[in-house]
């Protein structure tokens, strides 16, 4: 069953560790990281974009899916399905779904209509049992044809959206979505530690987790961060497990074309980076 992410991420914070939201894209992609949570004894969140959502059918399609999963797979770990960077439109189709977790991204609005907007929907996302993610200030990179250069937050507007009762809060810190360039200036450690000051128990969400490096990933979870973003990095594993399937020419060789067959070096890539994430960021054995 799906659960809201704010018991597992309360944990997580209290505990000095973080809880990895991997994107999902297909079957394979869901099923990969479904096993790998289970087999790690880990909880998860299943993040799924707006773009993601048209693609995979709608959002209805998607909760049938995973919930089947779930079932089939005899997942007993905490598994939340999240939206990602959710308008406020595609919250209220994700609640109506049955997704158990949500995230508004007014990061656009003035902070006023940000607030206004992100007070309805805690009250909504409350009395579904669902948790909330808020943003603050733009994370950098290209987000669904949004481009955004890596704005630090103001930690008094993060202080501002926390106050309202949100469960998590995305907090720009020089973090950017895709992959990072060469001139990035790394985290800013000082608006972090700024924020989670101000926050308290709040537990922090870091996005674009693909290409930061570990000591930096370490040093953000030690500050507060308790939800780390992975997307890019699976997608790029993905595609590379299935070029060198294809180019050794096995999609050619008795029944290679079979997409079970082609699929599948992809999906246990996606396995072996989702492991990986998890034991960075310190989430094995702990869904129980």
Same mark, same amino acid.
């Given at each position: 069953?799906?659960?809201?992410?704010?018991?597992?991420?309360?944990?997580?914070?209290?505990?000095?560790?973080?809880?990895?939201?991997?994107?999902?894209?297909?079957?394979?992609?869901?099923?990969?990281?479904?096993?790998?949570?289970?087999?790690?004894?880990?909880?998860?969140?299943?993040?799924?974009?707006?773009?993601?959502?048209?693609?995979?059918?709608?959002?209805?399609?998607?909760?049938?899916?995973?919930?089947?999963?779930?079932?089939?797979?005899?997942?007993?770990?905490?598994?939340?399905?999240?939206?990602?960077?959710?308008?406020?439109?595609?919250?209220?189709?994700?609640?109506?779904?049955?997704?158990?977790?949500?995230?508004?991204?007014?990061?656009?609005?003035?902070?006023?209509?940000?607030? &206004?907007?992100?007070? #309805?929907?805690?009250? %909504? /996302?409350?009395?579904?049992?669902?948790? *909330?993610? +808020?943003?603050? !200030?733009? @994370?950098?990179?290209?987000?669904?044809?949004?481009?955004?250069?890596?704005?630090? &937050?103001?930690?008094? #507007?993060?202080?501002? %959206? /926390?106050?309202?009762?949100?469960?998590? *809060?995305? +907090?720009?810190? !020089?973090? @950017?979505?895709?992959?990072?360039?060469?001139?990035?200036?790394?985290?800013?450690?000082?608006?972090?530690?700024?924020?989670?000051?101000?926050?308290?128990?709040?537990?922090?969400? *870091?996005?674009?987790?693909? !290409?930061?490096?570990?000591?930096?990933?370490?040093?953000?979870?030690?500050?507060?961060?308790?939800?780390?973003?992975?997307?890019?990095?699976?997608?790029?594993?993905?595609?590379?497990?299935?070029?060198?399937?294809?180019?050794?020419?096995?999609?050619?060789?008795?029944?290679?074309?079979?997409?079970?067959?082609?699929?599948?070096?992809?999906?246990?890539?996606?396995?072996?980076?989702?492991?990986?994430?998890?034991?960075?960021?310190?989430?094995?054995?702990?869904?129980?």
């Amino acid at each position: 069953m799906l659960v809201s992410a704010k018991e597992m991420l309360e944990k997580a914070k209290a505990g000095k560790y973080a809880v990895g939201q991997f994107n999902i894209n297909n079957l394979e992609w869901t099923k990969s990281i479904l096993l790998t949570a289970e087999e790690l004894k880990s909880p998860v969140i299943l993040g799924v974009s707006e773009g993601a959502g048209k693609y995979m059918c709608g959002y209805k399609t998607i909760v049938g899916m995973v919930n089947g999963m779930l079932e089939e797979l005899k997942i007993t770990v905490p598994v939340a399905l999240h939206l990602d960077h959710g308008s406020y439109d595609g919250c209220l189709k994700c609640v109506e779904a049955g997704f158990s977790s949500i995230m508004f991204d007014g990061s656009h609005y003035p902070i006023e209509e940000n607030i &206004a907007k992100t007070k #309805e929907l805690i009250a %909504i /996302a409350e009395s579904k049992g669902m948790s *909330l993610e +808020a943003e603050v !200030g733009s @994370i950098g990179g290209e987000e669904d044809g949004v481009v955004g250069k890596g704005e630090c &937050a103001d930690p008094n #507007e993060c202080k501002m %959206i /926390a106050d309202l009762g949100v469960s998590m *809060l995305a +907090a720009g810190i !020089g973090n @950017i979505h895709g992959k990072y360039p060469e001139n990035w200036e790394g985290l800013s450690f000082e608006t972090l530690e700024a924020i989670s000051k101000l926050t308290g128990d709040m537990p922090l969400v *870091l996005h674009g987790g693909t !290409g930061i490096p570990e000591d930096m990933i370490k040093k953000a979870i030690s500050l507060g961060v308790a939800k780390i973003n992975v997307n890019t990095e699976c997608q790029l594993s993905f595609a590379a497990a299935t070029r060198e399937y294809i180019e050794a020419g096995k999609d050619l060789s008795g029944k290679g074309f079979d997409p079970r067959k082609l699929l599948a070096p992809g999906a246990e890539a996606i396995k072996a980076t989702v492991k990986e994430k998890m034991e960075l960021f310190g989430s094995v054995g702990k869904a129980n």
